[in-house]
Nanobody, 126 residues
Framework: QVQLVESGGGLAQAGTSLRLSCTVS????????VGWFRQVPGEERDFVGA???????HYADFVKGRFTISRDNAKNTVYLQLNSLKPADTAEYYC????????????????????WGQGTQVTVSS
């Protein structure tokens, strides 16, 4: 059974940073695509960034160098570093694991991911 646990969210002031963690059990992350998405109530889940099984990293256009994804294979954890936070970044952040061959081919699609964590809330105040 694959399980994902996100952590690191919280309340932050605009311009500051947070680091989110996605710890995976039941599957080695180096053999999967791991993506980060975010969602606000009443809206669709939006792609933030992803790291493919080969280690290629993709970001949504809105990230614009503010966010960084990294992977620690020894800890089976993927991180999302959020810098220069804005109130518009307020959302529930989710990580997903994609195990299929096409998961890494279409990392920005939520349909590419087979398992999801419970989410971690990020709230940015102005």
């Amino acid at each position: 059974q694959v399980q994902l646990v996100e952590s690191g969210g919280g309340l932050a002031q605009a311009g500051t940073s947070l680091r989110l963690s996605c710890t995976v059990s039941g599957r080695t992350i180096s053999s999967a695509a791991v993506g980060w998405f975010r969602q606000v109530p009443g809206e669709e889940r939006d792609f933030v960034g992803a790291i493919t099984r080969r280690g290629t990293i993709h970001y949504a256009d809105f990230v614009k160098g503010r966010f960084t994804i990294s992977r620690d294979n020894a800890k089976n954890t993927v991180y999302l570093q959020l810098n220069s936070l804005k109130p518009a970044d307020t959302a529930e952040y989710y990580c997903g694991v994609g195990l299929r061959g096409d998961s890494s081919a279409y990392p920005s699609s939520s349909a590419s991911y087979d398992y999801w964590g419970q989410g971690t809330q990020v709230t940015v105040s102005s």
